[in-house]
């Protein structure tokens, strides 16, 4: 049994600034929606209006000001910046996505499979099966909701632009009865390559992943014939 070691403190001051960041995302969003509102309500204020104008400035600023320290911290440490950088060549992972993810994994620490990290994340798929019956198919609400979060819009945009998670995507939606279904897979598959890329410290290598997704392809659709052969 591995001896227990603390975090490496500069992963530990890279999920502060995450959660700081995730924290002033929310309030933005919240901020906005006030403003909205107060914009299409019949008694208005300007001085309100005003405030709210001066309140979002700030969050926004704020928001740089983290972020500006998340590329200060990383880039001080050579070999965290370069690991960083093998997540970014993912198309769709953003500077502020991959280092999000690393902060709130310290680095990946404690997984020693993809599996444990998707259940950290709350990336579970539930199907309630039950002989004929198959109830409804929902995501675990549980994990790390940071994570979640800041795989959402890298997942939206792999589908449009990764030719091969576009291609994943459309096989999986159409079998699931929520289209979010599908997408919290793509976000599941980004983690996990996340994961592979960070600990073999090498970048993203679109021609494997699609060798690699084919293969698994074949060995399904050999399962599946067997399956049925089987049944005959």
């Known amino acids: 049994m591995a ?6 403190p500069i992963l530990r001051q890279l999920k502060g600034l995450s959660r700081e960041r995730s924290f002033l995302l929310k309030e933005k ?3 906005r929606n006030r403003l909205h509102a107060l914009e299409h309500s019949v008694y208005k204020s300007k001085r309100e209006l005003k405030r709210y104008g001066q309140r979002l400035k ?14 200060i911290l990383v880039k ?6 370069q690991r960083i950088k093998h997540l ?28 444990q990290l998707t259940s950290y994340a709350g990336f579970d798929v539930v199907l309630k099966e039950s002989g004929a019956y198959k109830g409804k198919t929902r ?3 549980k994990g790390n909701k940071h994570i979640r979060s800041a795989l959402y819009m890298p997942a939206m945009s792999a589908i449009q632009w990764n030719p091969t998670l576009r291609k994943f ?15 919290v897979a793509v976000e599941r598959k980004l983690l996990v390559l996340m994961y592979s890329l960070w600990k073999n410290e090498i970048d993203y290598d679109p021609e494997h992943e699609q060798k690699k997704t ?17 049944s005959s």
């Open 76 to 81: 001080n440490d050579p070999q965290m910046h």
């Open 169 to 183: 995507y459309e096989r999986v939606q159409p079998t699931k009865v929520k289209p979010m279904i599908a997408l």
């Open 58 to 71: 700030l969050i926004e600023k704020q928001l740089i000001e983290i972020e500006k320290e998340m590329e």
């Open 88 to 115: 970014e060549s993912i198309p769709g992972i953003s500077f502020k996505s991959a280092a999000t993810v690393v902060g709130e994994t310290l680095g990946f620490t404690g997984f020693t499979n993809a599996k």
């Open 29 to 31: 969003q919240i901020e």
């Open 139 to 141: 995501i675990s609400k």
């Open 3 to 8: 001896l227990w070691s603390p975090p490496d």
């Open 214 to 230: 084919a293969r698994t392809e074949v060995l399904a659709a050999q399962d599946r014939s067997n399956l049925t052969l089987t």
